[in-house]
């Protein structure tokens, strides 16, 4: 028998049906991949094996057998019994799934003892044991910490181990590695496939990255609409998918070994096969569009126009307007379709500087540099650091790579000044930092998050800056914007020092969510920064707001409707334009495709590399996932600890990193192709056992 089997499964929340005909099988000890985009019905059918919709007001329809339980027939005692005990969860956000009051290690054992009526003292010590098993160092004190005191990825482990207590047949694992960086990924999916081998349980896997799919599964269930699109062996599925919107992800996905593509170029979805549509965002501000299940051409550009490459592309020719490659080295080009047309084109983290980021000026002046710290200055198609520039840490210092490439640099892009600072001899710097630090608390306690970072920007390029949490990314971010003041070090813009904030100088946030008011209607947000400048005329806002709503792709009627109005995706394009209305000149990215979907980051990309081309927009592109980087970066930054410890044309980094601590990186990330990704898995546990 099965250990879960699901026949004509089917889900309706009112008039919406989420789930519709959905049938599969999973065997004892066998890995299952639900993957599709945001809304394709993915958390639904999880959350249905356990009868989690009970209650709730959705009609379950179909038949749903889990570990010999009939979920719509069983009481609730008898569900009871299954979850947990049989069938086990760990849902997408560990922060919100764990009880902030308690300490994990409490958490846990109540679990335990809820199913095996056990001591306290036992279900203790069964916390402990599970908290070591996922690798929580020192289990037995950090089981006594509370959720806030651990990162995300223990977090994450935490959940698992709550998960594992009581030794289920099955593990359901909702989108176990959202918003993890690449290294804690690497590490969460070696310990599913550990704990499959050790135990032998079912894992039902739900996740929008194929990448994540291919390491960690024997099978794939490629799904949109609530329906199943493709099923069958993850080799297969990836290899030869037979299904024009299986294509289409996976064209979608970004490769961290395809160079950059031309910014704003999405190539055609599908087009003349039946391929999911991708709603658009267009240089004339045409409205995002799902066209059914016809192609979808790319925003504002002809697929595959290499006309369309912007001013201050790399000289080594990274912007080349190529359409990067597949999962077999033969991408078409095509970005995938979007399950929720428009709603969902541009979900994720993204909002822009409000009234406070809105004030100040900048001036023009020549470009500089710093004599301490890492210095890394890029500008001009160089990248260049001082010989011997220390790492990080001591573990895993610079060998000399950043330098090494700095001294292959065309020399007539690099100059010496009196201080001996790269700087660019071509080229406006728009933006630079010099010997940047930031402490956060007082005396011994006293942290560097950025510790001695130097760097400029040149107008119309993109840096791109890698790391994992916690390595000083956003903190350099909100630095370079003003929303933070340096410890030590300055920020010029146009060779001038900052003073304050500077509206040519704007943020786009991580999360939509808390960076929209959402007691103020959308239009009013974006107008903020209009008004910061002194405009006054209400019919001249409502005008200019219209106009960067309908740039973004969304509508001049949007004006008026609030936040949660909308999906991710249009409060996405709503941060996006209330960045633009500031007229900026720079724009400092933080995580603004994090944990979205593939088809979803393309769309984002896209927008973002138009805006770049159109305005002559300088970006800084803050991320941790490195194959998105690469797609959209002329030259790349890796921090590591507060400092840069590696540095220049993106090409270069990736095609042939110096530093180990960005070799480590780039094995961290996911592979489409699944013995690859064994290669890799088998690689890493070899480095771990050392």
Do not use: W
């Amino acid at each position: 028998m099965s250990l879960v089997q699901v026949t004509d499964l089917s889900v309706e929340f009112g008039d919406l049906r989420a789930v519709d005909g959905l049938s599969f099988r999973l065997e004892q000890g066998a890995a299952l991949a639900l993957v599709g985009e945001s809304g394709s019905g993915k958390s639904t059918v999880a959350s249905a094996l356990l009868g989690l919709h009970r209650g709730t007001g959705a009609r379950v329809g179909g038949s749903i057998e889990v570990a010999g339980t009939d979920v719509q027939q069983a009481s609730d005692d008898e569900l009871r019994r299954l979850r947990g005990a049989k069938a086990a969860m760990v849902f997408q956000d560990p922060l919100s799934s764990l009880d902030p009051y308690y300490a994990i290690g409490d958490q846990i054992a109540e679990v335990y003892r809820v199913h095996t009526r056990v001591s306290r003292r036992a279900a203790r010590a069964r916390a402990v044991e599970v908290l070591d098993r996922v690798g929580i160092p020192d289990a037995q004190r950090r089981s006594r910490s509370r959720p806030h005191e651990f990162s995300g990825g223990m977090r994450q482990r935490a959940l698992i181990a709550m998960a594992l207590a009581c030794e289920p047949d099955l593990l359901i694992a909702d989108e176990p590695t959202t918003a993890l960086d690449v290294t804690v990924q690497a590490q969460i999916l070696d310990l599913l496939h550990t704990l499959r081998e050790e135990t032998g349980m079912g894992l039902l896997l739900v996740t929008h990255d194929v990448g994540v799919a291919a390491e960690s599964v024997d099978e794939v269930l490629v799904m949109r609409h609530g329906r199943v699109v493709e099923h069958g062996p993850v080799a297969e599925v990836l290899d030869a998918p037979t299904e024009p919107y299986t294509r289409d992800l996976l064209a979608a996905v970004p490769r961290v070994d395809v160079r950059r593509t031309a910014p704003g170029v999405v190539s055609e979805a599908g087009a003349g096969d039946g391929g999911g549509a991708m709603p658009e965002a267009s240089a004339e501000g045409a409205k995002a569009v799902s066209s059914g299940d016809g192609g979808a051409v790319s925003p504002g550009v002809a697929p595959g126009d290499a006309a369309a490459v912007p001013a201050g592309a790399s000289a080594r020719g990274t912007r080349d307007g190529s359409s990067g490659g597949s999962a077999r080295g033969t991408r078409d080009g095509s970005a995938g379709g979007s399950a929720e047309g428009a709603e969902d084109v541009l979900s994720g983290g993204v909002a822009a500087a409000f009234p406070g980021v809105v004030s100040g000026d900048g001036g023009v002046g020549s470009s500089g540099g710093s004599a301490e710290g890492v210095e890394v200055v890029l500008s001009g198609g160089v990248a260049a650091a001082p010989p011997g520039a220390a790492s990080g840490d001591g573990g895993a210092g610079s060998s000399g790579g950043s330098a090494d490439r700095a001294e292959a640099a065309s020399p007539a892009t690099v100059t010496e000044n009196a201080r001996g600072v790269s700087s660019g001899a071509s080229g406006d710097v728009v933006l630079e930092a010099a010997g940047l630090r930031r402490e956060f608390g007082r005396g011994k306690r006293a942290f560097a998050a950025v510790d001695g970072v130097s760097l400029a920007l040149r107008r119309g390029e993109t840096l791109g800056i890698v790391g994992e949490s916690g390595s000083g990314k956003t903190t350099l971010g909100r630095m370079l914007v003003g929303l933070l003041e340096p410890t030590a070090g300055e920020v010029r813009y146009e060779g001038h020092a900052r003073v304050g904030v500077n509206p040519a100088v704007q943020m786009v946030f991580q999360d939509p969510v808390s960076s929209l008011n959402p007691r103020r209607s959308v239009g009013e947000s974006i107008a903020d920064p209009l008004r910061a400048r002194g405009e006054r005329d209400e019919n001249r806002i409502r005008g200019r707001v219209t106009e960067l709503l309908e740039r973004v792709g969304l509508e001049g009627a949007h004006y008026d409707r609030y936040p949660h109005e909308f999906s991710g995706g249009q409060r996405q394009r709503v941060g996006i334009a209330r960045a633009v209305a500031a007229d900026p000149r720079v724009i400092v990215c933080d995580e603004p495709v994090s944990a979205l979907d593939v088809t979803t980051q393309a769309q984002v990309v896209a927008l973002l590399g138009e805006l770049q081309r159109e305005l002559g927009l300088a970006l800084v592109f803050v991320a941790h996932d490195l194959a998105v980087v690469r797609q959209v970066s002329d030259r790349v930054a890796v921090m590591r600890r507060g400092r840069i410890v590696e540095s220049g044309p993106a090409d270069e980094v990736y095609d042939d990193p110096q530093d180990p601590y960005t070799k480590q990186l780039l094995a961290a990330v996911p592979a489409l192709d699944p013995q690859v990704a064994a290669r890799r898995r088998a690689a890493r546990r070899e480095l771990a056992a050392a």
